[in-house]
């Protein structure tokens, strides 16, 4: 499974990014507002410095609602960088210009996404990744994770390529539960990633060779 970090925060992404197991970086326009980065100049550089933190893919998010707003916006976005992929919600005419970006060759990663069938359109569109949103839908008393096998279940009858994107990821159970039912990226805060880490039969383990280890020098 990839990992991907959900964040605008370039000195988290670093820090991610020196641990070596990020795989990309998924942003939307409530993260860069949380970083203080406004105004489409400054977003656009802000999406540049990502990418050259990271290696690997980098979701940008259109304002856009029309498939021309959409496509404008999008081939700007991809036009900034090789591992831009653009992000589009999952509306219409999200769909129609997720199709136009895929015809020409543009990665698209369908966001917003709380529902089986909008991830079967999602697919039908040609997108390289869909974002179900599980934390948002735990969030309502609704299962994320059931949504993740349903997802599943579909994209392996019919062999889609669209990657899942587990999104809204919120803890590290939701990480390993993800793994377990074979999401092929999830993308989560930093915090989440680290809560792998830990483990306390590891520390006191460690603790104990230590000690031992100076004893005998
Ligand atoms: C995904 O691409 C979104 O940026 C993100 O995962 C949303 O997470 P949230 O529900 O915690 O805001």
Redesign the pocket.
Known sequence: MKFFI?TANLAQIKEAQALGVVDGV???P??MAKEGITGKDNILKHYVAICNIVDGDV?AEVIATDFEGMVREGEALADLHPQIVV?LPMIADGIKACKYFTDKGIRVNM?LVFSAGQALLAAKAGATYV?P?I??LDDISTDGLNLISEIRLIYDNYEYETEILA????HTMHIIDCAKLGADVM?GPLSAIMGLLKHPLTDIGLAQFLSDYKKGN
Request: glycine letters at 6%; a positive charge.
């Open positions: 959900d998924t942003t939307n409530s993260l979701s992000k966001t974002s949103f934390g948002r999104a809204s990821v919120r993308t």
